[in-house]
């Protein structure tokens, strides 16, 4: 099976998107440190947007299934909807044309 690649775009009230972030920076440690199978996984803000996107790339469903089980991701789940303007938008896709582009991780 073919890796899984994904966009999470969060859109926190802007008064608490500082709160967002330390959570969004806590999770992608978590992540990090505990899920030797998410391949990439990092979060940025939208540059003169109230917006965080989450990066994702998983080796395969059966990681996607172990961090959405995760109880460090379920904690954080459970926190944002009081915090967010709108619900988050969650986008999965393939490279396009098949190209990976460019790495120097």
Do not use: C, W
Request: hydrophobic fraction near 45%; avoid cysteine.
């Amino acid at each position: 099976m073919s890796e899984i690649n994904v966009a999470a775009v969060l859109y926190p009230k802007p008064e608490k998107f500082e709160e967002v972030a330390a959570l969004v920076t806590e999770v992608v440690k978590k992540v990090q440190e505990h899920e030797p199978d998410t391949l990439v996984y990092y979060a940025i803000k939208v540059q003169d947007k109230n917006e965080i996107v989450i990066i994702e790339r998983y080796k395969d469903q059966a990681a996607i299934k172990a961090h959405t089980k995760s109880s460090y991701f379920r904690e954080f789940a459970s926190k944002l909807p009081g915090l967010m303007a709108k619900p988050a938008e969650m986008r999965a896709g393939a490279f396009l044309n098949g190209a990976r582009g460019v790495s120097r991780l």
